[in-house]
């Protein structure tokens, strides 16, 4: 008490009193304190660190009580101001320099750092080693996975998952999670406590929680401690784990042996998944408990569901199910009731988890298949119905939906797929007309009594006429008069390559550049010699292409084409490819551009995306090929050949300047000479 007032005469006496035996309670512990302070008093104004652990505490204690004149000490080593817990040659030090000072190279990895653990032989092992070391790993009381024990309770085993604190409201988030001094006026989540310690990263530059540290001890966030040079693939990726072959990646981890364990179902050694079961094993048993209700039971209705699901690839589906959205929408599902339906799956979100097990159901024969073009637009035409204002637009926005766009992709879609293009001519066309009926609307009108020169002042704002159709429609069933809408002048500039040498150029390449991505090159090809649209391009399937002992033909219109044999090979490689990739699939779904989404062919504009990305630009390559074909061929030869129709073949036979009048009689003196 003494040594304390000279520093802080201030002090409260009694309060000293209670402070230093409730934190010395023995008598011969006060004495030894006592007597290390009066022969270096300089203890508590800053060399502690030259103190016993009791010195430590006793400085600490006193800072937190207000006394002053006392200095906590330093870390002797970096010089932080930090907790000093550990010790070395006489003096206390933090924790980061004693791990750093007693860092030894592992046994199996090599890597100087912390021993966390030892071999059955005595080995020092570093964290991450220890974690795979099969002598060290025992099944978790909790879990039942295979892990390394973190804890010992009442004779159970207990991993280091498992150990999760307590649940209480985070200080500074808000949330409530599991959290670290729950016992305190201040419980802090594993993210804030850590965010607490983050500094920039010496590498990256961005203020990151620090996951390592460089041999200077420089700080390096997650991203950038991880990454390394792989053993097994010699790039620089991030280490997955440590082996005796040297550092890692995922996927070459993945691929070794020593990541194969034996699965505690079947028994097979491969890598595992969760419970000491492999993908295989594991997949029925996650399904299940993710389509369970309340009381722990899949319910009759959703049986048909879960049979689906377990066909499905086992890796595949641990993946897709693996983010929460798609847990979130099969949670959804399994705290519904009634039978399984598509009008279900449409209440359902997200969109790309439900559209997904949507097209399993379907392929399954669980759900009906369904033109998921034509319902998409059903929902979306109840979108934009609700924008009209008026309830007597609505209703007359209603009609035209219904009877107009509605009606006729529902005939189309009876014989074939709607295209993506035609939904959204239509969506197009709906919107436009919402807009109209709101804009009239405003200005206090409606169908019935606007004016030409209202429709004029109209078209300054919709200027590519995209509600003509309604206005047509509208005036043929009575719901207004004396209006149109001109057409608008959309008359096409056939903008082609300048260089005819330039489109055989860019063919020779597709032909013989084997760095190229095989779909893309086939997909070039089509553009610049046969002239396809992306979207026509998109909706081939494997079907489309005939291969024979002697040729491969190719059908695009109503004649099959026979192509030569550099690109013969190209096409043959790409459906063999194809048939391998839907070994498991329906014969009705092997698109030859599939979608990621299965039983879907690729989105159009994403392979128009693909072409430009190769150098490829779509409009010019097939106007440029069809100007050239429309020169040297007749229009009924192109309609059946390249499956455009004749009209759009007849306006460019006239473009290139060959009408071919005399081809009709060229064609009658042949059959007369036949």
């Known amino acids: 008490m003494a040594v304390v007032q000279r520093l802080d005469p201030s002090t409260d006496r009694a309060l000293l009193v209670d402070l230093i035996i409730g934190l010395v309670p023995e008598t011969k512990s006060r004495r030894a ?36 004149g006392v200095v906590a000490p330093p870390c002797p080593f970096c010089h932080r101001d930090v907790s000093l817990s550990r010790g070395h040659e006489g003096l206390r030090c933090c924790k980061s320099c004693w791990d750093r000072i007693h860092a030894k190279p592992c046994a199996r990895c090599g890597t100087i750092t912390q021993m966390a653990r030892r071999t059955l032989e005595g080995q020092s092992l570093c964290d991450a080693c220890a974690r795979t070391e099969p002598a060290l790993l025992e099944p978790c009381d909790t879990c039942g ?34 959290c670290h001094f729950v016992d305190t006026a201040a419980p802090l989540c594993k993210n804030c406590s850590a965010n607490r310690r983050a500094q920039p990263c010496s590498r990256c530059g961005q203020q990151r929680v620090v996951h390592t540290r460089t041999s200077s001890g420089e700080a390096l966030c997650k991203t950038c401690g991880s990454v390394g040079l792989c053993a097994g693939c010699g790039r620089e990726r991030p280490i997955r784990a440590r082996t005796e072959a040297g550092d890692m990646c995922q996927t070459c981890y993945k691929n070794d042996p020593l990541s194969h364990r034996q699965c505690n179902r079947c ?49 595949a589906g641990l993946n897709w199910v693996a983010r929460a959205r798609t847990q979130q929408m099969l949670s959804a599902l399994a705290s519904g009731s009634g039978p399984i339906s598509h009008a279900v799956l449409d209440q359902l979100t997200p969109s790309a988890a439900t559209a997904h097990l949507r097209t399993i159901l379907v392929e399954q024969a669980v759900l009906p298949p369904r033109d998921e073009g034509l319902a998409g637009l059903e929902q979306a035409v109840k979108r934009r119905i609700s924008r009209v204002h008026d309830p007597v637009d609505r209703k007359i926005l209603q009609s035209y939906a219904t009877w107009h766009h509605l009606r006729r992709l529902r005939a189309i879609a009876s014989r074939r797929r709607v295209t993506q293009d035609q939904v959204v001519y239509a969506c197009n066309a709906l919107t436009a007309a919402a807009a109209l009926l709101n804009w009239l609307h405003e200005r206090n009108q409606h169908l019935a009594t606007c004016t030409q020169d209202d429709i004029d002042e109209w078209l300054g704002i919709d200027a590519f006429s995209r509600s003509r159709g309604f206005v047509a429609w509208a005036v043929s069933r009575g719901h207004a008069k004396d209006i149109k809408i001109p057409p608008f002048n959309n008359t096409p500039v056939r903008r082609v390559f300048n260089d005819h040498d330039q489109r055989w150029a860019l063919a020779r390449q597709l032909l013989h550049d084997d760095s190229m991505v095989l779909d893309d090159r086939v997909a070039g090809l089509l553009v610049l010699l046969y002239a396809q649209r992306a979207a026509r391009i998109t909706q081939l399937t494997i079907d489309h292409i005939t291969i024979n002992d002697n040729a491969v033909e190719l059908t695009l219109g109503q004649t099959p084409i ?89 306006r460019w036979t006239q473009e290139a300047g060959s009408s071919r009048s005399g081809y009709a009689a060229e064609v009658a003196r042949r059959s007369r000479q036949d």
């Open 33 to 68: 304190l006592a007597n290390k302070l009066q022969k270096r008093p300089g203890l508590l104004t800053g060399a502690g660190a030259r103190g016993t652990p009791m010195v430590i505490r006793l400085i600490d204690a006193l800072l937190s009580h207000g006394v002053t």
């Open 145 to 178: 996975r295979m892990r390394l024990p973190s804890r010992r309770r009442d004779g159970l085993v207990i991993c280091h998952a498992c150990c999760a604190p307590p649940l209480a409201t985070c200080s500074e988030c808000g949330k409530g999670k599991p």
């Open 267 to 315: 028994g097979v050694l491969g890598p595992l998944h969760r419970f000491g079961l492999c993908a295989i094993c594991a997949w029925p048993d996650v399904i299940t408990r993710l389509l369970a209700g309340p009381g722990g039971q899949v319910r009759a209705d959703l049986e048909p569901v879960r049979a689906a699901l377990t066909t499905i690839d086992a890796r």
């Open 562 to 650: 026979v192509v030569p044999d550099a690109f013969a090979d190209l096409l043959e490689a790409l459906v063999n490819d194809r048939q391998v990739s839907n070994a498991s699939r329906p014969e009705e779904n092997t698109w030859l551009y599939p979608a990621a989404r299965l039983g879907q062919p690729l989105a159009s504009r994403t392979l128009l995306q693909r072409l430009r990305a190769i150098g490829i630009q779509p409009t010019l390559g097939r106007n440029t090929a069809l100007m050239q074909m429309a020169a040297e061929m007749p229009p009924a030869v192109l309609n059946k050949l390249l499956g455009i129709s004749l009209d759009r073949a007849t």
